[in-house]
């Protein structure tokens, strides 16, 4: 395996061997790292989203039914579904373009946890190799080329089923692995999400992750009802329960499939020789409705505003690079080049609905996107102490709305990036970063003029990591963000629109601790401060900014037959409004896992979730709704989605 993650091109290739720890002389950042397998098998994750989570100062959440895509915060950052956070599976984009219900919507419900390999992260617009979305940061997540034969069920509290089975067999020179499992989740809400949910995974593969190829086929399926976020004042009124909704029918149903492909191969002849050659392609269909009613009758008031997000999206693209080791002028340097492409077609629409049945048409687009990015990175080994990452890159977008929202527009974008990487003693390096990156708006508002095709981000951070001692390593950060446009929620008709300019400035601190070889500490704290950077009477303080993070992990693994984790985290208070006069609370949760596994593979777990039952809320908003015999233009409410209460997993596994 190579362990150099210099080049984010390696990422998906040292998640299954690299330590969060190992990182020294070969990272070009302070905020960039990965996760082991190991720990995100030990992680108790209530939903399959919230495996990020161990990514340092990532807070994953939701505020609608299992089956959409969480809601994701990083650095003073509300993500929404995804916008600005660049997530890859095996190779295949997960943000999707021009969505129905969100710029960069991040659904990750496809992915089954435990063939996932492990995780490479990198914030900031530093690294060449990383495009849309990865502004504020990315993520790339492997997938295992064989697992033992197993299989696990799983039940708990809050209607919680769950079937898995994997196994490989040998086939031809290589392998064949499979996968799949069936969940069902009902939650505490007095409408049960009732979510019906099935995966299945077909994987053949040979070789090495540096030396051979792997094909994947997946298919995943899911409905559901939905609980969004609620206004206090019905809560108050009586009219529902903390658990309860306005509307009933909310829901959910998605599909995706997909094939996709990867491949690398050392060159041994010809003018490229002593390099490396990796590639993948993708071919993805997804299918998506979503019916929700946030503001319940403002907008009518007869049949109310539940509104179905659809969408039918075929995604094709791929990517090569070619990287090698070179000696020029006495020096050792590493470059690496490569191109991206991407092409989206996707048909989506707005309509009116009441109880999921359509009674008008708001909007009805068909887009196509096609784009792509080239780059170059060298890093450049200047003496004993002292490195450089120096990268270029230039993408280009261009698309075509055919409806609604008619026309045709194209933008390009050239990326400088660096980073400066000194020594100061064995053990101990700081990191000095400079870079612009980017994400793509909505066809639909771009083609109208409300947005930039392409919004620009510049970031600069400086940062230090140390291993104080052989089993204590600790990075801290600080960075700053300008956008020239703010991603901001429009309740009103369930999206994400291009808003305001705005400004993050932070410090992240980092540190893991392993006093013994069976167990580790691991603990992340990210404060930021948030800004539009504009006049505007409105305030500058950005909704749902949260200015601090933090999250406690502390895994326990092969205690002869023990191993299990336990995970805190904190989602500090945050302003709802940009005046600041309404503010959230915030949240905090504690969640544990155990296991226990006899010689011959079979094991028994528990997984307590939410251990002391904590009535925070996932997630909550500030905006104006309407009830039965209030008046016509509203009333400003905070809308709320409160976390789970305390509930338990029992599992039962055998591996063969």
Excluded: C
């Amino acid at each position: 395996m190579d362990d150099d993650l210099s080049s984010p091109t390696t990422l998906d290739d040292v998640v299954v061997t690299a330590a969060r720890r190992d990182l020294i002389g070969t990272a070009a950042t302070s905020s960039q790292g990965v996760v082991v397998k190991e720990e995100l098998d030990l992680l108790p994750a209530y939903r399959v989203g919230q495996m990020l989570e161990t990514v340092p100062g990532l807070v994953v959440t939701s505020h609608s039914g299992e089956g959409k895509a969480n809601q994701y915060l990083l650095r003073g950052f509300n993500l929404d579904h995804g916008t600005d956070m660049a997530t890859s599976v095996d190779g295949m984009p997960v943000n999707m373009r021009t969505h129905a219900h969100g710029q960069g919507y991040t659904d990750l419900n496809f992915v089954i946890p435990e063939l996932a390999s492990g995780i490479g992260y990198t914030k900031g617009p530093y690294f060449a190799a990383q495009g849309d979305f990865s502004a504020v940061g990315s993520i790339q997540m492997g997938y295992l080329d064989q697992v033992p034969a197993q299989v696990a069920l799983t039940a708990g509290t809050l209607g919680y089923q769950r079937a898995f089975a994997a196994g490989t067999a040998g086939l031809g020179a290589g392998q064949l692995m499979a996968g799949g499992e069936l969940v069902h989740y009902d939650g505490p809400w007095d409408h049960p999400d009732n979510l019906r949910k099935g995966n299945a995974v077909l994987r053949y593969s040979q070789g090495a992750r540096d030396d051979g190829f792997s094909v994947t086929a997946m298919y995943y399926r899911a409905l559901w009802n939905a609980t969004t976020d609620q206004p206090e004042r019905a809560i108050a009124q009586g009219l529902i329960g903390r658990y309860g909704t306005l509307d009933p029918t909310d829901g959910g149903q998605a599909r995706r499939m997909s094939l996709s492909g990867t491949f690398a191969m050392p060159v041994e002849a010809g003018w490229l020789a002593g390099g490396e050659v990796t590639a993948n392609a993708y071919v993805i269909n997804n299918q998506l409705t979503l019916w929700n009613n946030f503001t319940h009758f403002l907008d009518n008031p007869v049949q109310g505003d539940q509104h179905a997000q659809d969408e039918n999206r075929m995604v094709a693209g791929g990517a090569v690079s070619y990287s090698r080791p070179l000696n020029l002028l006495g020096l050792d340097h590493e470059i690496v080049s490569g191109l991206d492409t991407r092409f989206d077609d996707v048909h989506v629409d707005l309509r009116a609905t009441r109880a999921r049945v359509a009674y008008g048409l708001a909007e009805n687009d068909n887009v196509q996107e096609a784009g792509g990015g080239a780059y170059v990175q060298a890093t450049s080994h200047w003496t004993p102490w002292l490195r450089t990452v120096v990268g270029v890159r230039e993408d280009y977008l261009a698309a075509t709305d055919h409806g609604s929202n008619a026309g045709v527009v194209a933008a390009r974008l050239f990326q400088p990036k660096g980073s400066a990487i000194a020594t100061l003693w064995q053990g101990t390096e700081v990191y000095l970063s400079a870079g612009r990156g980017f994400h793509s708006d909505d066809v639909r508002g771009a083609s109208q003029g409300n947005a930039p095709l392409l919004a620009k981000a510049d970031g600069e951070e400086v940062g230090i990591r140390s291993t104080i001692l052989p089993n204590l390593t600790a990075t801290l950060t600080a960075f700053q963000m300008d956008f020239v446009s703010e991603l901001t929620y429009d309740a009103d008709v369930g999206q994400t629109e291009a808003g305001r300019p705005s400004r993050r400035r932070g410090v992240e601190l980092n540190t893991t601790y392993n006093p013994f070889s069976w167990l580790e500490f691991y603990g992340s704290m990210a404060f930021s401060h948030a800004r539009y950077t504009d006049s505007d009477p409105a305030g500058s303080f950005i909704p749902d900014a949260p200015k601090l993070i933090g999250s406690l992990g502390i895994y326990l693994r092969d205690l002869g037959p023990w191993s299990g984790g336990v995970e805190y985290r904190y989602f500090g208070a945050h302003p709802l409004i940009e005046d600041n006069s309404v503010r959230s609370s915030g949240s905090q949760e504690w969640n544990l896992t155990a296991n226990y596994t006899l010689q011959s593979g079979l094991r028994f777990g528990i997984g307590l979730y939410n251990v002391f039952d904590s009535k925070d809320d996932a997630a909550d908003y500030y905006y104006t709704d309407r009830l039965k015999g209030e008046p016509a233009e509203g009333v400003g409410d905070l809308h709320a989605h409160p976390l789970e209460p305390r509930s338990v997993r029992f599992t039962v596994a055998q591996s063969f």
